[in-house]
């Protein structure tokens, strides 16, 4: 099995003796055995290599990758580095959940609550096809905190606090809800609720991807796997150290900001620039496990229950999956793995809420995600070690360093990520750098008339019904909601050559043409970017499954090319 930590891959002895579709004569038209991923990586690494920006973004998980679109879509002159891969870290491990946090109302955070709706709304808004609306179903037992009716009420309040933003939530009797999600045991349950938040339908890392890849489009820069080893004020700019981690070469590149948006890193970094800091991070530990689906009908609603501990656990759906989660574990380190009691405990939770026909065992866990909440605390309330750890607020804080021109990003949720990219870009501009009016056109799919043509264009050449595998959803809603306007080249390659239309592993849903696509287009550096982050392959489909796939070498090589054996080996390796 796949994941539950924070870095990945390794498998030894393997050679290409497939062939496999080429594409021809259009616009994925190959060049041999070009490694397509490394040239658009290079081209990044070039500007990076002494470079002179306005703005160096340290980290690339969501805050990071928000910064760097807004920044660019202002017109500022911004480069990325993140020492993984986009998204690698805390960024692939959430629980998926554009939402309000009905759950903090709990803790009395009001004002946290309106604003994490606003920003839902706002997301959903932006993103109507990359973020959908959801319902949750909470069963209450006898040793629920609260009653059916008390938690309505609480429902109630949180719709008007989300301004009446989604459907309405709704007071559900145990045989409601016994009716509605037959696998729900109810025997103990006293009622329910059901309201309604929203989802990322593929994942948050590739999401945290969109935001670089339209930044990129607007002349940011961005490379992965590139470190920065250190960073010191010469003159009135910023001269950093830099790694690539993948080759080992060291570089140098200057900027006049820097923005510290490393996660669960950033009190580290401020502490080697000796910079001290009003707020500071304090890390806690949260895992999902990806089980084959359990809910029994539509499978477009989220399950949430109290675990034993009186707090929310949730059954999500993961395309054809269901996810498990999550935990909060106070931890002092941000690497983390998922270790045998928390999976021991997140199994008897949900085995003990569930009829299933039989119990889960660690033998269905298909995947595992493990990450670190980074939650920002004043620097002045000593270590927290004292207080309910649960209870500690999911609010970001951004704060700027006026003499040594640094902006750091303390805590926040991907909720929150359109106002994170605000907060900064207004940071960066006191901080002297001149940037553009927000015209808001950094972030969101494409407009409707674009969309309407796509699945215009999808439709003449009958896309929907090019598969022969049942599928969970039309393939062309699938394309448009991974590439927008990338999608239209799709459709012509897919035109030219009917094969690009066919998928490239047995068991997963990715056709050959969205792998030129990426190869092309997603800065693919190892297998792995496109296996767990690009795509939620690693997610969906058992470690086992993944390396008896014969599309695995065609997969390689359309991204790497000549390369392709070396990078195959290394993820098998891992
Ligand atoms: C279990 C769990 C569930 C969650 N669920 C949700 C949810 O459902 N909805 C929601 O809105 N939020 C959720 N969150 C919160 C959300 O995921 C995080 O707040 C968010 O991902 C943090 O992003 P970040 O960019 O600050 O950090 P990260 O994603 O950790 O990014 C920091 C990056 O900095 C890089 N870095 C560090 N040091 C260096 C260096 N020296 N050089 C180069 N790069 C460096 C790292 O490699 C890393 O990629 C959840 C979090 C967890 C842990």
New binding site residues.
């Given amino acids: 099995m796949r994941g539950g930590r924070a870095q990945g891959p390794a498998h030894a002895g393997w050679a290409f003796g497939r062939t496999s579709a080429r594409p021809r004569g259009h616009a994925y038209a190959g060049r041999g055995g070009h490694n397509r991923c490394v040239a658009i990586r290079s081209s990044q690494l070039d500007r990076l290599r002494g470079g002179s920006f306005d703005v160096l973004v340290?980290?690339?998980?969501?805050?990071?990758a928000v910064t760097l679109a807004a920044l660019a879509g202002r017109g500022a002159s911004v480069a990325l580095?993140?020492?993984?891969d986009f998204?690698?870290?805390?960024?692939q491990?959430?629980?998926?959940?554009?939402?309000g946090g009905f759950k903090y109302l709990e803790n009395y955070e009001f004002l946290l609550v309106f604003k994490l709706c606003r920003s839902r709304n706002r997301l959903m808004k932006a993103y109507p096809d990359n973020i959908k609306e959801i319902s949750f179903l909470a069963s209450l037992d006898r040793s629920s905190p609260f009653p059916p009716w008390f938690a309505a009420l609480g429902a109630a309040g949180y719709w008007g606090i989300g301004q009446f933003g989604t459907r309405h939530p709704r007071l559900l009797s145990a045989r409601k809800i016994r009716d509605e999600e037959p696998v729900i045991d109810t025997t103990h349950v006293r009622g329910g609720i059901e309201y309604r938040d929203a989802y990322l339908v593929d994942n948050?890392s590739r999401f945290v991807f969109s935001f670089v890849r339209s930044a990129l489009e607007s002349g940011a820069t961005a490379a992965n796997y590139?470190?920065?080893v250190s960073a010191d004020r010469v003159g009135d700019r910023w001269v950093a150290r830099l790694r690539d981690v993948d080759t080992g070469e060291a570089f140098t590149t200057s900027a006049k900001v820097i923005v510290n948006?490393?996660?669960?890193?950033v009190d580290g970094?401020n502490r080697s620039w000796g910079v001290s800091t009003q707020h500071r991070i304090v890390l806690s530990k949260?895992?999902?496990l990806v089980v084959p689906r359990l809910t029994t009908n539509d499978h477009r609603r989220v399950l949430a229950f109290f675990d034993d501990t009186q707090r929310l656990f949730y059954v999500i759906p993961m395309g054809a999956r269901s996810v498990i989660?999550?935990t909060d574990t106070r931890v002092d380190e941000p690497c983390t793995e998922v270790d045998d009691a928390d999976r021991g405990f997140l199994l008897e939770q949900i085995n003990n809420r569930l009829n299933l026909q039989r119990p889960l065992t660690r033998d269905d866990v298909i995947a595992e995600r493990c990450?670190?909440?980074?939650l920002v605390v004043k620097a002045s309330e000593g270590d927290q070690k004292n207080v309910d750890w649960t209870s500690l607020s999911r609010k970001h804080a951004v704060e700027a360093n006026e003499r040594m021109r640094l902006v750091t990003?303390f805590?926040?949720?991907?909720?929150?990520c359109l106002n994170v990219g605000e907060e900064v870009a207004a940071e960066v501009e006191k901080l002297g750098v001149p940037l553009e009016r927000d015209l808001q056109n950094w972030y969101g799919e494409p407009a409707p008339a674009t969309r309407a043509e796509f699945y215009r264009q999808a439709k003449l050449i009958r896309l929907d019904s090019l598969r022969a595998k049942p599928d969970v959803e039309p393939l062309s809603d699938r394309l448009w909601r991974r590439y927008g306007r990338r999608a239209f080249t799709m459709l012509e390659a897919i035109r030219d050559d009917p094969r690009m239309g066919q998928d490239i592993m047995e068991n997963a849903d990715y056709l050959r043409v969205e792998l030129h696509q990426a190869a092309t287009t997603e800065l693919i550096t190892r297998l792995e970017d496109f296996m767990r982050r690009r795509s939620k392959i690693e997610q969906v489909v058992r470690d086992e499954d993944i390396r008896s796939c014969a599309g695995l070498e065609e997969v390689a090589r359309i991204l790497f090319g000549n390369d392709a054996d070396r990078r195959l080996k290394e993820y098998l390796q891992s």
């Fill in positions: 340290v980290g690339g998980g969501i805050n990071g580095i993140d020492r993984g998204g690698n870290f805390t960024s491990a959430s629980s998926n959940l554009v939402w948050d590139v470190e920065l948006a490393a996660g669960p890193f970094l949260g895992i999902h989660g999550t990450g670190v909440r980074p990003v805590g926040g949720k991907l909720t929150d």
